[in-house]
């Protein structure tokens, strides 16, 4: 079993950073591509960014060059670093976790965070 818990959420101004962290439980951390997801009030969830247990990376469109997903297993943790925050990124952000990352990627991961809240505005 692997539990996740979101932190690094709150508050920003536009042109702003946050880093959230994604801490799992267990033994099987460094086996699992790791996702980052977000969904705004009214707004279908979207995939932001994952990496596979190999380092591998993948963005969407809208986060690629201002956000890095990384991860380091000795801590058994996942990072997003968001940087250049806009208010569009306002959204409650979910970490994922799964063995395999076409999982990640279609947005059905086995493990799943509670969330963490990132606001952005003047």
């Known amino acids: 079993q692997v539990q996740l818990v979101e932190s690094g959420g709150g508050s920003a101004q536009p042109g702003g950073s946050l880093r959230l962290s994604c801490a799992a439980s267990?033994?099987?951390?460094?086996?699992?591509?790791m996702g980052w997801y977000r969904q705004a009030p009214g707004k279908q969830r979207e995939l932001v960014a994952f990496?596979?247990?190999?380092?591998?990376?993948n963005y969407a469109d809208s986060v690629k060059g201002r956000f890095t997903i990384s991860r380091d297993n000795a801590k058994n943790t996942a990072y997003l670093q968001m940087n250049s925050l806009k208010p569009e990124d306002t959204a409650v952000y979910y970490c994922?976790?799964?063995?395999?990352?076409?999982?990640?990627?279609?947005?059905?991961?086995?493990?799943w965070g509670q969330g963490t809240q990132v606001t952005v505005s003047s």
């Open positions: 994922n976790a799964d063995p395999s990352p076409v999982t990640i990627a279609s947005m059905s991961g086995k493990y």
């Open positions: 267990g033994s099987i951390f460094k086996f699992l591509a």
């Open positions: 990496i596979t247990s190999g380092g591998s990376t």
